[in-house]
């Protein structure tokens, strides 16, 4: 599986960015999919996951309420809605996928998009 993120940007603090991650392959339902997200000089963080089926997400609590993950299995496309964004959200976002299963845990991603970086002014 070969996924491609896309749409990120600059926007302002209480501003909203649409995140994308295309993914090949025709079996893109039976993964999990997620999103993570990374500064420099930290680890990779954990921002949200989706199921195969799409029924079941999950949140880090520092986005909750603010961010929403969804997909199209139609598009072979996950989706990650920003709102209310903080100038502490700025990082590169990269999307990840895992067979047959969600995760939290980056160490338990099959596989790795490219990041897209999503920049919050203040």
């Known amino acids: 599986v070969q996924l491609q993120a896309s749409g990120g940007g600059l926007v302002q603090a209480g501003g909203s960015l649409r995140v994308s991650c295309a993914a090949s392959?025709?079996?893109?339902?039976?993964?999990?999919m997620g999103w993570f997200r990374q500064v420099p000089g930290k680890e990779r963080e954990f921002v949200a996951t989706?199921?195969?089926?799409?029924?079941?997400?999950y949140y880090a609590d520092s986005v909750k309420g603010r961010f929403t993950i969804s997909r199209d299995n139609a598009k072979n496309t996950v989706y990650l809605q920003m709102n209310s964004l903080k100038p502490e959200d700025t990082a590169v976002y990269y999307c990840?996928?895992?067979?047959?299963?969600?995760?939290?845990?980056?160490?338990?991603?099959?596989?790795w998009g490219q990041g897209t970086l999503v920049t919050v002014s203040s």
């Open positions: 990840a996928g895992k067979y047959l299963a969600v995760t939290t845990l980056r160490e338990a991603v099959d596989y």
């Open positions: 392959g025709r079996t893109f339902s039976r993964y999990g």
């Open positions: 989706i199921s195969g089926s799409g029924g079941a997400t």
